[in-house]
């Protein structure tokens, strides 16, 4: 899990503002100004450090105060008690907090990642449709609405996760059905589209653990396509070794990046694949 970056330089922090505002979408900078003689600082640093690990989608910096390199950055933003925390979204402080307090400081983290990945009220109200039909089963029109939520919220790494795994899910039913018929084809350009979805989704939040797991889910399953393909023996064990590692690449930065129930899932699947023979 990723853990505070102690910043020692006023170049290295100009550096690292300007890359979190380029990403896409911007990350989030939650940042701990502190003091070595400080009391307070010393007791909440193991929380701030805890936080870090819970929400790899924002970025947790410090910054000594009394540091010959880092002076300039705190006189900027006026630091005269510690701790002081600072959040800042694209180059610009959103929040602040002054003291040691647990509590307030989760409540700002927290208000800050919702404030980095809120949807727009007409994208919000299309991802709702499609988690109710996502829930219903109904995985065909849980696309639809997703894709309209797509529409309203082109960067989302939510919404595309969404669609990449309804589209997973209506391959499994279309799999299940071409069984029946002898016929592969639909379920394969679905898993196709799922795979575009997925893959976009890192780009866009490459910290999201989540994301990370889903784009595993997807080319795990399409692993099988490549079994299947009419190729010499040698050309198929060597495409099935590298999807084997593209799975185990994604599932590597899915349990390094999550926590709770996806990493939990995320950790079988990779001890399982790492298993075969």
């Known amino acids: 899990m990723p853990a505070p970056t102690e910043i020692q330089s006023v170049s290295e922090w100009n550096t690292t503002?300007?890359?979190?505002?380029?990403?896409?979408p911007p990350t989030p900078i939650v940042v701990d100004?502190?003091?070595?003689?400080c009391g307070p600082c010393k007791?909440?640093?193991?929380?701030?450090?805890?936080?870090?690990?819970?929400?790899?989608?924002?970025?947790?910096?410090?910054v000594d105060v009394d540091a010959p390199g880092v002076r300039a950055v705190a006189q900027k933003y006026r630091v005269s008690a510690m701790p002081t925390f600072v959040a800042i979204q694209e180059g610009n402080v959103v929040d602040s907090l002054r003291g040691a307090d647990p509590r307030g400081l989760a409540?700002?983290?927290e208000k800050l990642k919702v404030a980095a990945t809120s949807l727009?009220?007409?994208?919000?109200?299309?991802k709702a449709e499609g988690n109710k039909a996502f829930a219903a089963k109904d995985y065909t029109s849980a696309i639809t609405h997703y894709t309209t939520a797509i529409g309203k919220a082109p960067r989302s790494a939510v919404l595309h996760a969404n669609r990449a795994y309804s589209y997973l899910k209506l391959s499994e039913e279309d799999s299940s059905r071409s069984a029946v018929?002898?016929?592969e084809s639909?379920?394969?350009?679905?898993?196709?589209?799922?795979?575009?979805?997925?893959?976009?989704?890192?780009?866009?939040?490459?910290?999201?653990?989540?994301?990370?797991?889903?784009?595993?889910?997807?080319?795990?399953?399409?692993?099988q396509d490549a079994s299947s393909e009419d190729v010499a023996p040698e050309k198929r064990e060597q495409g099935a070794r590298v999807s084997r590692d593209a799975v185990i690449e994604a599932l590597e930065h899915a349990v390094a990046l999550s926590d709770g129930k996806i990493k939990a899932e995320a950790e079988a699947l990779l001890a399982a694949i790492r298993s075969e023979a």
């Open 181 to 183: 018929h002898g016929s």
């Open 107 to 109: 409540n700002m983290v």
């Open 17 to 24: 503002l300007r890359a979190a505002k380029a990403r896409t």
């Open 43 to 62: 007791q909440i640093a193991p929380f701030y450090s805890q936080l870090a690990s819970q929400h790899p989608h924002v970025q947790f910096l410090r």
């Open 186 to 223: 639909s379920s394969v350009k679905l898993r196709v589209k799922a795979l575009q979805d997925a893959m976009l989704v890192t780009e866009l939040d490459e910290r999201w653990g989540k994301g990370w797991y889903r784009l595993a889910e997807v080319l795990n399953a399409a692993r």
């Open 120 to 126: 727009p009220a007409e994208a919000e109200k299309a």
């Open 33 to 37: 100004f502190h003091a070595q003689w």
